[in-house]
């Protein structure tokens, strides 16, 4: 991953060299993790660059700063027209977005009130997260020392900045053992998720997943995937899953923008996974890239002007 080729960025309004999207270290969100973001995947279709359903992670960003308190300044449209602009003066084909929110400099009280609330959309090209070899052959994983928090402390369903030390602390764990990622546990011992990932069990005919009540933040590409696994005829189970549950499962895979569908290969070093319906999925998934309407109804996209296209 690598910024050298973004060129422009956007921030409050206006489209900016990349090189002036600064804020100043007073900013409260820098001390306190007071942000909402999103990751956003764009990919060059026959029609020209789409982003994947930008409508429904503008819907996450805006329900994000609403359980923080936070006004966003700014409409869904006007952002997804920043967001089509950023793609679009970078020249960029194939790229991930960071759209982000956060209290910029006001008071450093814990109260952010006084602050104004600052919006910036960042791009660069992103291929793969967790490895272009980890997407082929899977990635090992382990279980985290830390636990996913429970909702009771923290609105499980935002994507909040702060609440990411605890995505960071369990990869970084999971990376100095040498493992690719973490698999967090909720706070009664059940699965959660990955570190930027929701997780899928597969088990003969049924695609098995979790849902909210399990601190998970509920993915867009989950959701992607449940719809495709419904279309291919798979039984879709939402529900607790354990840990013995992943341990005898015959496959399980990451869901996320980042990581896309990233087949799981090993569990604390147990390795047994047949990467079948992984493979088939991700398949859908490519296929909505390409505007397969029928293994993905709804998720098809349509050509508007020049800009990418944001209606998948
Ligand atoms: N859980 C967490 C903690 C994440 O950071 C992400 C990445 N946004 C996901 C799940 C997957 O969400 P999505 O598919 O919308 O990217």
Not at 198 to 218: A, K, M, W, Y
Request: with cysteine; net charge negative; glycine share 8%.
């Amino acid at each position: 991953m690598s910024f050298a080729q973004s060129k422009w960025g956007w921030m409050n309004g206006e489209i900016i060299l990349w090189e002036n999207a600064t804020t100043h270290v007073s900013a409260h969100g820098l001390h306190y993790g007071t942000g909402v973001f999103e990751g956003v995947r764009c990919y060059e279709t026959p029609n020209g660059p789409a982003v994947f359903r930008l409508d429904a992670h503008l819907d996450r960003l805006y329900a994000s700063a609403e359980s923080c308190g936070m006004l966003i300044p700014f409409n869904a449209g006007e952002l997804a027209e920043a967001i089509c602009q950023v793609v679009r003066r970078n020249d960029f084909r194939d790229c991930y977005i960071r759209p982000l929110c956060y209290y910029g400099s006001g008071v450093l009280g814990l109260n952010p009130r006084a602050c104004p609330v600052e919006v910036a959309v960042l791009a660069w090209p992103w291929e793969t997260y967790l490895g272009a070899e980890g997407l082929e052959q899977g990635v090992s994983i382990t279980i985290s020392p830390w636990r996913k928090f429970h909702s009771s402390m923290m609105p499980t369903k935002a994507k909040a900045c702060g609440q990411y030390i605890n995505s960071v602390l369990a990869l970084r764990d999971a990376l100095d053992r040498g493992y690719a990622e973490a698999l967090l546990l909720d706070a009664d011992g059940h699965l959660a998720e990955g570190s930027g990932e929701n997780l899928f069990l597969v088990r003969g005919n049924q695609v098995i997943t979790n849902d909210e009540c399990h601190s998970i933040l509920p993915g867009i590409t989950r959701d992607s995937v449940l719809r495709i696994a419904r279309d291919l005829g798979f039984e879709v189970e939402v529900r607790t899953l354990s840990v013995a549950e992943l341990l005898a499962a015959e496959e399980a895979f990451f869901t996320g923008t980042a990581a896309e569908v990233t087949p799981i290969s090993e569990v604390c070093r147990r390795s047994g996974s047949r990467f079948f319906l992984c493979r088939l999925v991700t398949s859908g998934l490519f296929a909505t890239r390409c505007v397969d309407e029928r293994l993905v109804p709804g998720l098809q996209c349509s050509p508007r002007d020049s800009n990418p296209i944001t209606n998948w």
